[in-house]
T-cell receptor
């Protein structure tokens, strides 16, 4: 158990809908990262928040957004869902704001299925 | 562009046999290297990491990895595989001042009884 929690574990929804994925980082960690794992793209970095502020963006679609709240939990919002958005979404957390020597610990993921 | 290559998509070994999973990274700067394991339906668990110092690093579950700068490699090894090691293994690299990990495509390990 990494100490990172994600809810829900599974989510099934229809095209065009909007969903929210939630992540609670490890105690003491200030950074939250979101990744998407799909069969065709592998593990892709989406976005990072550090202490409530957006720190970096990766391959995140404009239909997706995220935020980190004062209690440091984070939410990833996915809207106008398409079939291709079906994937496993991971949250990771770390103590600091930059990569390199800052180890990221991953949650169990949320599996999103868009029908 | 920065990239990580795991050339073996699938590997099958017999229980008790030794294991080596290959990982190569593309960028020239000093990398920080990681191996994660993902069991079916589970998240990513950190096996080991290399930041600096001794190029042979020990991890959990009896795994070790060796950083070879001249070969841009960070191969994962285990002397004797157990059936419970069947999973998918991901190599990742990060660089100083960057925010993200770059992951390889993964190697799926199957263990024969």
């Amino acid at each position: 158990d990494s100490g990172v929690t994600q809810t829900p574990k599974h989510l099934i929804t229809a095209t065009g809908q909007r969903v929210t994925l939630r992540c609670s980082p490890r105690s003491g960690d200030l950074s939250v990262y979101w990744y998407q794992q799909s069969l065709d793209q592998g593990l892709q970095f989406l976005i990072q928040y550090y202490n409530g502020e957006e720190r970096a963006k990766g391959n995140i679609l404009e239909r997706f957004s995220a935020q980190q709240f004062p209690d440091l939990h984070s939410e990833l919002n996915l809207s106008s869902l398409e079939l291709g958005d079906s994937a496993l979404y991971f949250c990771a957390s770390s103590v600091k704001s930059s990569g390199g020597q800052d180890t990221q610990y991953f949650g169990p993921g949320t599996r999103l299925t868009v029908l | 562009a920065q990239s990580v290559t795991q050339p073996d998509i699938h590997i099958t070994v017999s229980e008790g046999a030794s294991l080596e999973l290959r990982c190569n990274y593309s960028y020239g700067a000093t990398p920080y290297l990681f191996w994660y394991v993902q069991s079916p339906g589970q998240g990513l668990q950190l096996l080991l990491k290399y930041f600096s110092g001794d190029t042979l690093v020990q991890g959990i579950k009896g795994f070790e990895a060796e950083f070879k700068r001249s070969q841009s490699s960070f191969n994962l090894r285990k002397p004797s595989v157990h059936w419970s090691d069947a999973a998918e293994y991901f190599c990742a690299v990060a660089y100083s001042g960057t925010y993200k990990y770059i992951f390889g495509t993964g190697t799926r390990l199957k263990v024969l009884a």
